[in-house]
């Protein structure tokens, strides 16, 4: 079951009151029973992070665009924040519960950045490739998740997307690394805020770019687990 527990796309005024240039991102967050207790609430202080930083950075406030996808229970996947410039942001408050259905939430991220995409085209705003951040303690468990695993893959070898999957305590990496070209990184304990700062400070520098430049990320020291 796939829940939209918000608009499905973004009212064009917003378009015309800012018309730079947009930098989509993706959170796929599981959101199982697993993460019950601190690693939610470490979660959900990463997320207020993601959104005062993003929101003090100038640049990136006007040209960043955020969208959140909760992954849980035996097979729904939540839109929890629907696309919306950075500047308006407000970080949704993350439960725990259920199992992982992460198949279907990636599915869903491919089909909400085409979707947007088409929107930015036909409003004449110029877009950088977007990116999808993964973030799972576990694996996924739905049915079919293979098959979706693959059209990740597909739309990052067709430079449709930037897929990177990040791994928490208790991860299965390998299957993790299905969903991506690149290998996944594994998140050292609870450092969900230092993660969601790299993120902010990363799609900053993006978004600053110039058009075509090399996708950037900047060191990942602070909250990866080598």
Known sequence: MVEISSKDTIPYVEFADNANERTPCVLVLDCSGSMRGEPIKQLNAGLQALERELKDDIDASSRVQILIIKACGKDEVVVSADWVDAMNFTAPVMEAGGLTPLGKAME???????????????????????????????????????????????????????????????????????????????????????????????????????????????????????
């Open 108 to 226: 869903l991220a491919l089909k909400k950045i085409e979707a947007q995409k088409t929107l930015y085209d036909s409003c004449g705003v110029t877009s950088k490739r977007p990116w999808i951040f993964l973030i799972s303690d576990g694996e996924p468990t739905d049915y079919g998740w293979e098959q979706a695993a693959e059209k990740c893959r597909l739309a990052q070898q067709s430079k449709k997307v930037i897929i990177h999957a990040v791994g928490t305590q208790g991860a299965n990496l390998e299957k993790l690394a299905k969903f991506s070209l690149m290998s996944p990184k594994r998140l050292t304990g609870l450092k969900f805020t230092e993660f969601f700062l790299w993120l902010s400070r990363s799609v900053s520098c993006v978004s600053k770019a110039a058009p075509h430049a090399d996708d950037l990320l900047r060191d990942i020291n602070d909250w990866n687990e080598e």
